[in-house]
């Protein structure tokens, strides 16, 4: 089996590969996540991940490289990573009382092969009607900086929801693991078959 690497230095998607795959190794990849003009949030992701794993091609040439992207969308508005308290509390009273749609972006890429697989995974989220004083106390308290939509879903972020719409609950904290592992399993890489 090819090494497998993860292009993000992450730890939520690193937490969740690790519950699936025992052994990859993660690496930074070098990639401008600017908007183009009028892309799509679908196209934005995808792109994203697709340039994350093949932005290291280079340094692992016989590996197969996973990469992910996520935006939250509310309305027609793309959040990304808020960064600082006050963009977290304008995001989340954004989203207050709303259906917001998260779009991770799945990209698996084969350096040696030049073989890859892509995918945008969709996952809603209905956010209940929360107070002032709620979201205030949310950022607080969890201080979601570095997460789309500022919320931490497999944390206190769910007390944020009315419920919850989408084929993987793993692609709401960025990585769809069903859809990676079907990924890797065409190319005969499967975490349940030992290797002797």
């Known amino acids: 089996m090819k090494p497998i690497v993860l292009a993000s230095t992450s730890p939520y998607r690193r937490m969740l590969l690790e519950r699936v795959l025992p052994d990859f190794i993660t690496a930074a990849p070098q990639v401008d996540e600017t908007p183009r003009a009028n892309e799509t949030a679908q196209a934005l992701v995808e792109r994203l991940a697709i340039a994350k794993a093949q932005a290291l091609r280079e340094q692992f040439p016989k590996h197969v490289l996973i990469g992910s992207d996520q935006v939250a969308v509310v309305g027609d508005k793309i959040l990304g990573k808020p960064g600082s308290v006050a963009n977290a509390i304008s995001q989340l009273q954004a989203a207050n009382g709303k259906a917001v749609t998260f779009c991770t972006g799945l990209a698996v890429y084969d350096s040696e092969n030049q073989a890859l697989q892509s995918c945008v995974e969709p996952f809603a989220v209905q956010f209940r009607q929360l107070s002032d004083a709620e979201i205030q106390g949310y950022v607080e308290l969890e201080q979601p900086l570095n997460c789309a939509g500022s919320f931490k879903s497999e944390g206190l972020g769910i007390s944020l929801f009315e419920k919850m719409q ?12 069903i859809k990676l592992l079907a990924m890797l399993r065409k190319w005969h890489i499967n975490p349940l078959v030992i290797r002797k």
């Open 166 to 177: 989408g084929d993987d609950p793993n692609s709401l904290i960025g990585l769809p693991l």
